[in-house]
């Protein structure tokens, strides 16, 4: 009833507004979206959702934000890393080494597991809150290696638009990222117009600690929401599959399957990144965001592969 | 944005409607309610709180609803027990002879970790939608033992009020729940107007088998949403410490604590089942719903104790 509510809102204040997702060149994505969109909201429609079960699930490294040339958490846990006191075991850890000579590619090369292993470690042992400090902190000074904005600017336009664009459709919208939910909820908000009860993500083993009150970060991972764990990850967050899955990497596949398996129309979505003038162009072999199994498994499964290149007229905000 | 804007239609609506809490007799706690809703809602006020920041937290048994004799939700889990195909290793269980014999109390006289150990068990194995189709069903079909009315009715009237006053006024609201969110997500809209996503509580094991494309339960449990593991739900489901939180027992005791520790005005009640004629009363050493050093920490903290007998007009809602 809230969405219905919400949904009459939006529809009266949009009236005789324009094209709703002006990033989007004119084509097959764009299309298909928008006809997705008509057909499930449409009363009397053949395929309509009641508002509540309108669920849309987005990945974000890759997806909504960009996710080269590192995976922006790693980028931020490594200066964690750094900033930290150093424990006498990491002396002698390659990977540490290799981060400490700001190597990032020697320190890829041990693979991804000893260095999450690390990663986690540097950040634990401090509160919920401290940590949520640093992340705000971060995040309000960093700016991206190479497109020269803040990395909560180095964001999709079209992609922002289309979060919008569904939920003035009675849309619940969320992020289901391999990444971490405390890097991504302090800004998810503001940026994304996602609150941060609907950003579902990976997420350290967090203990209340009864003697202070306080919620303390341990150094391990409590659940990984990446590839198989997806829909895991949306059962437990949200406890309804969606209609609408948008990807962009093999880490998303499940998420893909799992959607557009279901009953009813649905719609899977995979950003292309073809676009090496404006963004990166990468796929199937990439250090991040491989995409190869899920891009051979789209004509199949009727997912929509959407190139940044052909797709989105504009790739970023304008700068504030 | 979403709750300001919601708020403002439901407030529009509301105008020159009567006492929203009509199932509350006056008195210190509807005051405390009411004077706690206006303070941090009032535009100036130096107490307001942002919309997106109203978080409010319920505990389910005991707090929305009824949960004597038994948690409806073992209730249920035994059903499934008994309905599934015996293993070879229960039939020298005593807790299993028990619950077969219907000796619920020699059941329990093991304690709680043999019974739950068995009940997990029993419910795993089926798929995520064959075991939400089976709650369905269940909950469809069965009645309270001793208050003759539906499970899904014997739900507290003032609470309902009180979720929708509080929805009113630009919270968001939320169950935070020792009980599992399976039993609880596929009816709590309806009844209490909080969506699946919106329905933290304990969980078994859940893996996606990657063959069949199927969310699996697996016979352990993934998370414990109780006592000390409140907040760390609170925290992995909503990422906000919440600002009114609502228990009934020593369960509660830490998303208690944790909600009225936080800075600014915050508001921490407690439902004290104390009222045999219209329903149960029981408080120290009960066998559901042990309400001792909550009971203890009330005064101390400020927290409201509210009792059923004296401050709730009219207890469940009428019969439909």
């Known amino acids: 009833m809230l969405a219905v509510a919400l ?9 005789g ?3 709703p997702l002006p990033s989007w060149n004119e084509g097959p994505a ?3 979206i928008v006809d997705f969109v008509r057909d499930v909201t449409r009363d009397g429609s053949a395929n309509f959702v009641p508002p509540g079960q309108r669920i849309a699930t987005f990945d974000n490294d890759g997806t909504l934000w960009v996710e080269q040339p590192i995976y922006t958490q790693f980028a931020f846990m490594i200066d964690q890393l750094k900033a930290a006191k150093p424990r006498p075991e990491w002396a002698s850890n390659p990977v540490y080494k290799a981060l400490m000579a ?4 020697g320190a890829m090369a041990q ?5 999450l292993g690390l990663l986690l470690q540097a950040n634990s042992g401090m509160s919920v809150d401290d940590y949520d400090k640093a992340v705000r902190q971060w995040f309000a000074t960093q700016r991206h290696p190479t497109l020269n904005r803040p990395y909560t600017q180095a964001v999709y336009q079209p992609q922002i638009e289309l979060l919008k664009y569904l939920r003035a459709n009675g849309f619940k919208t969320f992020i289901v990222s391999g990444g971490t939910m405390e890097a991504m909820r302090p800004w998810a908000e503001e940026v994304y117009g996602i609150p941060p009860e609907q950003v579902v993500g990976s997420t350290q083993t967090i203990k209340y600690d009864v003697a202070t009150g306080k919620l303390m970060r341990e150094p391990s991972l409590f659940f990984l929401d990446d590839g198989p764990g997806k829909p895991v990850g949306i059962n437990l967050h949200i406890g309804q599959r969606p209609i609408l899955a948008f990807g962009n990497s093999d880490g998303d596949m499940q998420m893909l399957e799992y959607t557009t398996a279901g009953a009813g129309r649905r719609l899977g979505l995979i950003v292309h990144h073809d676009d090496a003038q ?3 162009a990468y796929d199937r072999q990439s250090a991040m965001g491989k995409l190869d199994k899920a891009l051979d498994a789209a004509p199949r499964n009727q997912w929509i592969v959407v190139s940044m290149k052909k797709d989105w007229k504009q790739i970023f905000p304008e700068a504030r």
Chains 1, 2 share one sequence.
Do not use: H, I
């Open 102 to 105: 700001n190597d990032l590619k």
């Open 30 to 32: 764009k299309q298909a």
């Open 278 to 280: 404006r963004e990166f």
């Open 7 to 15: 949904s009459g809102c939006a529809a009266g204040g949009m009236a």
């Open 17 to 19: 507004g324009g094209d």
């Open 111 to 115: 693979g991804e597991k000893p260095l």
